[in-house]
Structures are given as structure tokens and as C-alpha cells.
């Protein structure tokens, strides 16, 4: 998400209760991320940050180069279904690279590292197995 600063830490609140949330313009009905106090599209500062059910699409993602001891990472773009199709860069999980499939389904999971809640993404009706030690 970037730097914790007063844009961003009701966003950043609504994870650590798992709550997904984007701003939203109440005078024009832009949804937006990242967050600024202003409307990018009519400039309004009407900006409220709205809960959205977390479910969307696969439009890019992105395999990180990494030593082959280490775990594949997914980084995916998900147009978000019910925040007008604003673009969420998170981590996949729950998938294969070889399984990525552009428009796939997919639905919003929880990463808790270090006492601190991020949101993440599988696909649609994959569950994640809770990993040793508790983080997912």
C-alpha cells in the first residue's frame, strides 16, 4: 500500500479488522486506489472508504525472479467486482503459476505476518491451508 500516512490509515484499519476497503467519491461515484483526499476524476473531497465484498478478476500479474530455494510468489492485478473495476495489486496464493489465467475468479484471503493483517488473493472456491506457526 505504500507509506502509512493519514490517506491511507483507514484502509489500513479496515485490514487489521479484515475488512477490504477502497475511497470512494460521493459526488461523482469514482472508486479509487491509492487514496487521496481529493476525487482524481471530479475533485471532489467527498471521500468516504467503502467495505466491498472482495471479489474480482485476474487482468495482469507478475512472477518475481527469486534463488530456487525459495517459494514462487504471485503478484496479480485484480479488477475489483464491486469498486468499478479499480485495479488491487496484492499476492496470490493458493495457485500454481501455471493455473493463472487472465479474467480468473478470484476472492479475497488474509495474511497475518507479525501481528499485522494484509490482504491477499486465491481464486475462487480455493481454500489456503494454514501454513506452521500460524500465518497464512
Do not use: K
Request: hydrophobic share 40%.
Amino acid at each position: 500500500m505504500g507509506e502509512l500516512n493519514h490517506d491511507t490509515l483507514p484502509l489500513w484499519e479496515g485490514w487489521q479488522r479484515r475488512e477490504l476497503r477502497f475511497a470512494h467519491c460521493g459526488a461523482c461515484g469514482t472508486w479509487f486506489h491509492l487514496p487521496r483526499r481529493i476525487c482524481p476524476q471530479c475533485w471532489s473531497e467527498e471521500i468516504s472508504f467503502d467495505e466491498v465484498r472482495g471479489t474480482g478478476r485476474v487482468i495482469s500479474w507478475s512472477l518475481p525472479r527469486q534463488s530456487p530455494d525459495q517459494p514462487v510468489v504471485i503478484t496479480a492485478l485484480v479488477a475489483m467486482d464491486d469498486a468499478g473495476d479499480v485495479p488491487f495489486l496484492a499476492r496470490m496464493v493458493a495457485c500454481e503459476p501455471a493455473e493463472m489465467r487472465f479474467e480468473m475468479p478470484v476472492v479475497v484471503d488474509w495474511r497475518d505476518d507479525g501481528g499485522v493483517t494484509y490482504p491477499q488473493f486465491r481464486p475462487s472456491g480455493a481454500t489456503v491451508a494454514a501454513p506452521a506457526g500460524g500465518a497464512s
